[in-house]
């Protein structure tokens, strides 16, 4: 798709037009689909992020294993009983939205893996809590999401976006840096800005293991999907601002790469290290796989 960020910026400055134009005309020039052909496939992925979202929100969605589930609904219910929470109203619905559709996924539901399976609740968490509280069409969001790719396939193709090759940086990290060029455009930021929250996001969490407990998408994934949620809004915030980072954005992906190839592979969703290697961890692998559930357990409401 594009070499770099650099590379993105630089056409779309060049043309005066958002990222999200020549991401599209990039992707009509190599798929060969019409314009409008593309637009309908990402506008699609985009309803279907939704209905993840509302699924999780409307009733406590649990995992197969048993040892999740139901999170995102109790913050919901929290929030929607007059409940001032301290992140305030906009991060807290966002990573509700965030957790419930990790939820839905670990309980074997429909979700757009993006860029994968266990980030895949930053995405749809931050741009549709944004739509609601900014009043944006369901274009602008689309749009959004065509910016979104172009970041991830940068962040592919320089570094990783697989939990197995960069840890969990490479998988809520590139998810969260997505979602947050994604808001700084659907906010009125400019190309630039929105390269600059990718660099910020990234930087915020480069070094994230990819632990999870028995091998399974569920803990710490659900949680660190709202972890990622907040980031991405530190990153929006500071370039909207005009607060830029010192190390270019590009610098910023190589060095995930880097440190993600250098990293333990303990660390990188083999479950051998990390919280999957607690004594809670180890015991509730046990369970699971000798096929007993460990839903009410006394550790499982502090995973």
């Known amino acids: 798709m594009f070499e770099s960020l ?3 910026v ?3 400055e060049a043309a005066h037009r958002p990222l999200h134009e020549v991401v599209i005309a990039r992707e009509v020039a190599i798929s060969g689909r019409p314009r409008a052909e593309v637009w309908a496939t990402m506008a699609h992925r985009l309803e279907v992020m939704r209905r993840s979202t509302e699924e ?59 860029p994968t399976a266990g980030s895949a609740g930053i ?14 069409s369901d274009e602008a969001l689309v749009n959004a999401l065509f910016t979104a790719s172009g970041v991830g396939a940068v962040i592919a ?8 090759a960069g840890g969990c940086q490479a998988e809520t990290g590139s998810a969260a840096a997505m979602a947050a060029a994604a808001g700084v455009e659907l906010l009125g930021g ?13 930087k915020n969490m480069l070094g ?15 949680k660190r999907n709202a972890a990622g949620a907040a980031q991405c809004f530190i990153a929006i915030d500071l370039a909207l601002a005009g607060v830029e980072s010192v190390i270019p954005p590009d610098e910023v992906i190589d060095a995930m790469g880097r440190i993600g190839r250098r990293m333990d592979p303990r660390f990188k969703e083999t479950a051998e290290g990390g919280l999957a290697a607690t004594p809670t961890g180890r015991r509730l692998t046990k369970m699971i796989w000798s096929g007993r ?10 995973q």
């Open 6 to 8: 650099a590379e993105m």
């Open 10 to 12: 630089s056409l779309a």
């Open 56 to 114: 999780g929100l409307a009733r406590p969605v649990r995992s197969l294993s048993g040892m999740t589930g139901g999170d995102a609904y109790r913050l919901w219910q929290w929030l929607e009983t007059g409940h001032t929470p301290v992140t305030g109203p906009i991060l807290s619905r966002a990573i509700a939205r965030a957790m419930a559709v990790n939820e839905v996924n670990a309980g074997m539901g429909c979700i757009v893996a993006t």
């Open 123 to 136: 995405l749809p968490g931050v741009l549709i809590t944004l739509q609601e509280a900014y009043d944006l």
């Open 157 to 164: 193709r320089r570094a990783s976006i697989a939990g197995a």
């Open 190 to 202: 400019s190309p630039h800005q929105s390269a600059q929250a990718v660099a910020i996001t990234l």
């Open 208 to 222: 994230l293991v990819c632990d999870p407990v028995a091998g399974l998408v569920e803990v710490p994934c659900i």
């Open 293 to 302: 559930n460990p839903t009410n357990t006394k550790t499982n409401n502090n």
